[in-house]
């Protein structure tokens, strides 16, 4: 079975680094050093140094020194590179006017007639990007008749952490999932067997920049649900996050600082947090959650990220992105519960869906934040509604419809199409002139710009697996994006 690691994500907009990349600033220091044989600290020749952020790359001379004038002051990683020898990372600062010096001790390849000898058949290819961050690491040697015990060193260019490490491996390759996007790694193979032990030259590569045009949603293909992210150009699906329980319906902030995200972790649904790098995951809901004919979390995020909102039977609920602050906003009409919940793109109005106990009472309303100042926008007595979207005109709500006027104790729905209402005149239009017959339209959004809507498509036949897809505003131009996946929302 092929081995697989698993590191947390950040998202690109927090974190690119390349090859290229300078602390840009007008203060300077100096770093200087010298590389030193471990047994015998003899210094080693025609080391290659190397700093990230990127300052320049230097190589050791006979006596084993080197030398960096006019740094740029900051924190730096210093790595180093030499065939045969194990490759160090140090984490140091440089300061303004001051000579930072470093002492570097190298491990050396023991040599004998049967050590393995590495071939140039190393994947990533070194010193190029690779279009993922869930990377299948190859490589290959010659002098295999011995058994041969290999380990594992990833680094992370810029970061003061330690290197990733794994030893005992048996197999030439090893897949690390979820990497950070847009960022350099360094990695080294060590090999042993009973002849001695060498290490390979250290390979690096970038991973893919976050995609364009992005939509996050939910993969159901796989035994646990995840969270994936995607360009609907269909070119890259990259699995964002990874967790050993199911999560779903992920949205994340506007300032693309946090992701909320619903989890089954302790049996019921609730409602959790965390930071777009996977750190710090808060669960912020403590009660039972549900609502007639549905036991999910619906939710929004306040425009500036402060807090967010989400329903609860009969109660609207406000709550800080940490857990704290939990405030009652609303509470519905008697014998009524909330269902979903959306702000308006300036954030000083709320659309919320109120549902009764029968499958087709359910009706629109607006208020302010604070909960006052309740109105009708929207009934239909003849038709379940369901989803709430709005243009970023703010004059524009996507709902779906069911058509076939079908009342189920389940809520389940035969004929859902997605109907755009205009929140001025009230006129109603059916978008989903595409439908196939047997099929639901639903959790239908609005893209960044108002000039796309992106739904899930599923048969109304129980257990039917769902598609998200992708049209205009008015129904045209229909295309499945991603198969067995559901929650889309545009991560702007």
């Excluded at 604070?370 to 007595?381: A, D, F, K, Q, V």
């Excluded at 609005?446 to 000039?451: I, M, R, T, V």
Aim: aromatic share 10%.
């Amino acid at each position: 079975m092929k081995p697989q690691i698993t590191i947390l994500v950040c998202l690109a907009a927090l974190m690119l680094n390349s090859c290229e990349d300078k602390l840009e600033t007008n203060l300077t220091g100096s770093l200087s050093g010298v590389a030193l044989f471990k047994d015998s600290y003899h210094p080693v020749e025609g080391v290659r140094i190397t700093t990230h952020p990127y300052s320049s790359a230097v190589v050791t001379t006979d006596d084993g020194r080197f030398s960096i004038d006019k740094i740029a002051v900051g924190e730096y990683n210093l790595i180093t590179s030499k065939t045969g020898y194990k490759s160090q990372s140090i984490t140091l600062s440089v300061k303004h006017n001051q000579a930072t010096e470093v002492e570097i001790i190298l491990e050396k390849s023991i040599s004998s007639e049967n050590i393995p000898t590495f071939t140039a058949n190393f994947y990533p290819p070194d010193k190029q990007t690779v279009n993922d961050i869930n990377i299948t690491f190859r490589w290959q040697v010659t002098n295999t008749n011995d058994s041969i015990n290999y380990g594992f060193r990833l680094f992370e260019a810029g970061s003061p952490n330690n290197p990733m490490a794994l030893t005992n491996l048996k197999d030439t390759f090893l897949t690390v999932n979820a990497l950070k996007f847009a960022t350099w790694y360094y990695w080294q193979i060590e090999a042993t067997n009973k002849s001695g032990q060498v290490y390979s030259e250290v390979q690096q590569f970038k991973t893919l920049t976050f995609p364009s045009n992005q939509i996050m949603y939910t993969n159901l293909a796989e035994e646990t649900a995840h969270i994936y992210v995607a360009d609907t150009l269909k070119l890259l699906s990259v699995k964002l996050i990874s967790f050993s329980h199911h999560v779903w319906n992920a949205k994340p902030n506007h300032n693309r600082t946090s992701i909320a995200f619903e989890s089954a972790k302790e049996l019921s649904p609730q409602l959790y947090v965390m930071k777009t790098d996977g750190t710090s995951v808060t669960r912020i809901t403590t009660s039972t959650i549900g609502s007639y004919f549905h036991q999910n979390i619906e939710y929004d995020w306040a425009p500036n990220g402060s807090h967010l909102v989400f329903t609860s039977y009969d109660k609207l609920y406000r709550i800080n992105p940490d857990g704290t602050g939990l405030t009652t906003i609303a509470t519905a009409p008697e014998g009524k519960h909330f269902r979903e919940v959306i702000y308006n793109k300036t954030g000083n109005k709320l659309y919320v869906l109120v549902v009764g106990n029968q499958a087709k009472d359910r009706k629109i309303y607006s208020m302010n934040t604070n909960g006052t100042g309740m109105e009708l926008i929207y009934e239909n007595p003849s038709y379940a509604i369901s989803g709430l979207s709005l243009h970023p005109n703010n004059n524009l709500l996507l709902i779906s419809l069911d058509i076939s006027g079908f009342s189920s104790d389940m809520g389940r729905m035969l004929d859902a199409r997605i109907h755009q209402l205009n929140l001025t005149t009230k006129e109603i239009t059916n978008i989903s002139i595409g439908k196939s017959t047997g099929t639901n339209d639903l959790y239908a959004k609005y893209s960044p710009n108002g000039g796309k809507v992106i739904f899930v498509n599923v048969s109304n036949s129980a257990g039917s697996e769902p598609s998200i897809w992708m049209m205009n505003t008015n129904g045209t131009n229909r295309t499945r994006l991603f198969q067995n996946a559901s929650f889309p929302f545009w991560y702007e």
